[in-house]
Structure formats: structure tokens, C-alpha cells
């Protein structure tokens, strides 16, 4: 199987995005423009769930916006990478993250994500740089705080 690299701005493709080493997850994500930590800050296993509820609708509205789709991987377990992004245009202070869901050696899901008070999370294609505070793409943002998606995607403290 070939390993495609696609250029930034290209949507991905669960067909053809391998995931299965930390040098392919981050090749991958610099396809998109991304400057990401060597290694992930986080590795969390996690599991799609069998009936999906309004918040992981929202998520895979957000992943099939940009490629991929979770609904056939519902029961699926997998692992969440979390890598830290050093180049977010118009963020100084606020830590940001590349979010690379891998199931079966294959980059399922992916997501950037803020985790300052009152974060944002949106696809991978990196936006504009502008004046403006408020962080929204073409491509995709979901409407949910970014404690609500991390909770649905394995990081819930409940």
C-alpha cells in the first residue's frame, strides 16, 4: 500500500493515510502545514461508540467534512495521539493541539483543537491569519466546547 502525502488544503482520506508510526501521524499532519511536538504530549486508547449521541454526530459531521467518516468504526478501539502545534496563526499564549485518532494502523479521525477557556475545535486545514480572535474554517468547526469533544473522545472524567 502507498503511503500518499497530500498537500495542505487536500481533504483526508481513511483509504490512504497510514498511522500505524509516530513518523507517519506527524507526516501527515505536516501535510496540512502543521509544526507538531516530536512525540505526542498524550496516547489514550478509546473506543467509538456503538450508538453515536449528539456530541459524536457533531464530531463525525466534523470528520466527514474533511474525509473520513467514524460511523464504520463504531465498537472500534483505537488510540488518540495528541501532539502539541507550535505554528497556530493569531495563538501566542494558548497551547494547541493536533488531535490523530488511529485504528488498525489507519488515521481515522483527526481534529486541531484550543485548550485555552473557551477553546475551539475544527479540521485539520489551518486557517487564514487574521485580526480577529474567533477561529472558524471553511472546512469545518464544530460548536461544542473542547472539554465536551475530548470528554466524547476518551478523555472523560466522569
Not at 483526508?12 to 511536538?37: H, M, P
Not at 485504528?103 to 477557556?117: E, F, H, L, M, W
Not at 479540521?123 to 472558524?136: G, R, W
Request: charged share 20%; no cysteine.
Amino acid at each position: 500500500m502507498l503511503l500518499i502525502s497530500l498537500p495542505t488544503g487536500v481533504k483526508a482520506s481513511k483509504d490512504a493515510v497510514k498511522g500505524e508510526t509516530n513518523e507517519e501521524r506527524i507526516e501527515y499532519l505536516q501535510t496540512f502545514g502543521w509544526q507538531v511536538s516530536n512525540d505526542p504530549v498524550e496516547v489514550v486508547n478509546i473506543t467509538i461508540p456503538e450508538e453515536f449521541d449528539a456530541t459524536y454526530n457533531e464530531y463525525n459531521a466534523l470528520q466527514i467534512s474533511q474525509g473520513f467518516d467514524l460511523s464504520s468504526y463504531k465498537g472500534d478501539s483505537g488510540t488518540r495521539y495528541t501532539y502539541t502545534i507550535s505554528n497556530y496563526p493569531n495563538e501566542t499564549s494558548a497551547q494547541v493541539l493536533a488531535n490523530v485518532i488511529v485504528i488498525n494502523d489507519q488515521i481515522v479521525a483527526a481534529d486541531v483543537s484550543s485548550v485555552s477557556a473557551g477553546g475551539f475545535m475544527h479540521t485539520l486545514q489551518m486557517p487564514e491569519k487574521s485580526n480577529s480572535e474567533a477561529v472558524d474554517t471553511e472546512s469545518g468547526s464544530t460548536g461544542l466546547t473542547k472539554d465536551e469533544m475530548l470528554d466524547s473522545l476518551g478523555n472523560s472524567s466522569k
